[in-house]
């Protein structure tokens, strides 16, 4: 069945650092793939996505790569800030209603000050 | 004017009883979602509803029923609740292209 998988799980970065989070898909139907950020006793938040017919997206600090050849996909983070420490998903899913979204099984970011 | 909204958000109940977390979305969006998020933090999907109707149904014991009376509405039902049940349930929504979703803030269920 689908699978994302996710690594590592769990990353520790002196502030200031980069940090870079990776995921492999299985389901070579999936063509878009959310990144969800969540903070201690939140929901899930949407930080940046990227289809497939794009290689990078870049949002300040934030950027995707995406390499569908290899079903690989990461999330940069440069700059790191002590907000930024959070449980990091991955997710990938297909275009319709029912595609599921599946997601990675997080990784758990700290930026040391 | 909360997007996604869902209550309880915490529950504390005893083995064997019944309970129910309900779920509003007031995107317009036609798909709505019940996660299960473990303490080791896995989201794993549900269930799934497209326009009211049952889309993506996982391998989850018949205990829990979802109810979608609208689309702007998925309720979920337990029954007799165990241990294990203890979790974070979260509802989401998203649209018919089953992109981008939203969450709600979670509903925190203890079984003791």
């Known amino acids: 069945g689908e699978n994302v998988e996710q690594h590592p799980s769990t990353l520790s970065v002196q502030e200031g650092d980069s940090a870079v989070i990776k995921c492999t898909y299985s389901?070579?139907?999936?063509?878009?793939f959310p990144w969800y950020k969540q903070e201690l006793g939140k929901r899930p938040q949407l930080i940046i996505d990227i289809r497939s017919n794009v290689g990078e997206k870049k949002d300040q600090r934030i950027a995707v790569t995406l390499n569908k050849t290899a079903k690989h996909f990461s999330l940069h983070i440069t700059e790191t800030q002590p907000e930024d420490s959070a449980v990091y998903f991955c997710a990938a899913t297909g275009y319709s209603s029912a595609s599921k979204i599946i997601f990675g099984s997080g990784t758990r970011l700290s930026i040391r000050p | 004017d909360t997007a996604v909204s869902q209550t309880p958000k915490y529950l504390v109940t005893q083995m064997g009883n019944d309970k129910s977390i309900k779920c509003e979305q007031n995107l317009g969006h036609d798909t709505m979602y019940w996660y299960k998020q473990d303490s080791k933090k896995f989201l794993k999907i549900m269930f799934s509803y497209n326009n009211k109707e049952l889309i993506i149904n996982e391998t989850v014991p018949n205990r829990f029923s979802p109810k979608s009376p609208d689309k702007a509405h998925l309720n979920l039902h337990i029954n007799s609740l165990e241990l294990g049940d203890s979790a974070v349930y979260f509802c989401?929504?998203?649209?018919?292209?089953?992109?981008?979703?939203?969450f709600g803030e979670g509903s925190w269920l203890t079984v003791v």
């Open positions: 389901d070579s139907a999936s063509n878009y």
């Open positions: 989401a929504s998203g649209t018919d292209s089953g992109n981008t979703i939203y």
